[in-house]
């Protein structure tokens, strides 16, 4: 399955993350049309899956938590 956003579309498109730190992963996934790219990554490439995450300034214990290698 293809991704929605490549790297550097996706980095465009977040850039303004003004908030988000009171908003939940799920929260902030939804918020920047991310669920689907999100999960996507998940099943096939756990790296793309960490970057999303990191992008979204997720901590790292919660990254690592959610994405078993």
């Known amino acids: 399955m293809p991704l929605k956003r490549t790297h550097k579309n996706l980095l465009n498109e977040i850039d303004d993350l ?7 992963v799920n929260e902030r996934l939804l918020h920047y049309d991310l669920l689907y790219d999100f999960d996507t990554a ?28």
């Open 18 to 24: 003004s908030g988000i730190e009171a908003m939940t």
């Open 42 to 69: 998940m099943l096939n490439n756990k790296v793309r899956a960490r970057q999303i995450l990191q992008y979204l300034k997720v901590d790292e214990d919660s990254i690592n938590a959610m994405v078993k290698d």
